[in-house]
């Protein structure tokens, strides 16, 4: 497994993630024993959102595991939120309130890391940048970061804000490629060059801000996974089973090696509810595609490399 040093080190992240926005399908039992297969298996970030279930994924998992200082300590906290029904909120009031809910759910004091989850249009910069510093300030947010933000967003927040945002969460899989596409295909008439992020993925690395990619594995918004589907995905599936074929993982470690070989060292959430996926997920956490593979894989998902 690989780990992520940031902050100067005071901050080790696995670059494999639980996703545990589905884990209210599973019971409690098999709440605890998924979340223990991913702790053996080096992860030690798990992924959250107050609106995950209606708050019944967090509170699911501070039960299911008897959430206690000890095994607190060994875990790497994150929630998100700002998203009401039907509407956007980054105000200060909601903020905060929030975070209380996400604490009393999971069973803990502090958030390791606290992100907005979708821009709100409205959000007025300095107050939303206070709502963060607060939180900092009284102990129970300890790092920052936003999810599915550009960056013009992301510098107007920053500009507020005295901490540094850390994370980006953004939709990436090799079946969803609008962040790198664009760049592939610089100054031309194709629908490919049109940028749909403005360059968030540079903009990132520019700025040390860890894109962290959910659905890994779906295609389009929440359509299923691409893994599998022979009937749009043909060549993509095929490339992915000579490759595991290759390196000896399955077409889920292929997957998730096509995001964490990108030099962006982007971090993968695994929305599975299988302990076996998780697994499989993590054999592609440091798996060295060649570039001819990875370009190929992206191709076989029907991009273009003009
Ligand atoms: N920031 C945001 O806006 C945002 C949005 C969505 C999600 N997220 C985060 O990202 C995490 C991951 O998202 P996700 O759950 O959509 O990701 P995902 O891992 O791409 O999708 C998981 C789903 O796909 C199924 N699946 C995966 N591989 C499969 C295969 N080979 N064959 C059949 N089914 C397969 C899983 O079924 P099984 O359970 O049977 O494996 C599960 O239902 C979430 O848990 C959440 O933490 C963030």
Known sequence: ???????????????????????????EAGV????????????????????????????????????????????????????????????????LESVDGILQRLHTDYL???????????????????????????????????SNHNPAQLKLLQRAFGQKLLFNQLQVSVAHT????????VNMFIDQSIDRTGSTLEYCRLNDITIQAWSPFQKGF?????????????????????????????????AVAWLTRHPANMQVILGTTKDSRILEGCAGSELPLTREEWYGLYKAAGNMIP
């Open 1 to 27: 497994m690989k780990y992520l040093e940031l902050d100067s080190g005071k901050l080790r992240v696995s670059n494999i993630v639980l996703g545990c926005m589905r884990i209210n399908n599973l019971d």
């Open 32 to 95: 605890e024993k998924h979340v223990r297969t991913a702790m053996e298996a080096g992860i030690n970030l798990f992924d959250h959102a107050d609106i995950y279930g209606g708050g019944e994924c967090e509170e699911l998992f501070a039960r299911a595991l008897h959430m206690n200082s000890s095994l607190r300590e060994k875990m790497v906290l994150q929630s998100k939120c700002g998203i009401r029904p039907g509407y956007y909120d980054f105000s200060k009031e909601h903020i």
């Open 112 to 146: 390791d890391i606290l992100l907005l989850h979708r821009p709100d249009a409205l959000m007025e910069p300095e107050e939303t940048a206070e709502a963060l510093q607060s939180l900092f300030d009284s102990g129970k947010v300890r790092y920052f970061g936003v």
């Open 178 to 185: 609008p962040l790198v596409d664009s760049g592939m295909a």
């Open 222 to 254: 929440f359509e299923g996974p691409f893994l599998g589907d022979m009937e749009k995905y043909p060549e993509l599936n095929r490339k992915c089973e000579e490759l595991a074929e290759k390196y000896n993982v399955t077409p889920t470690g292929i």
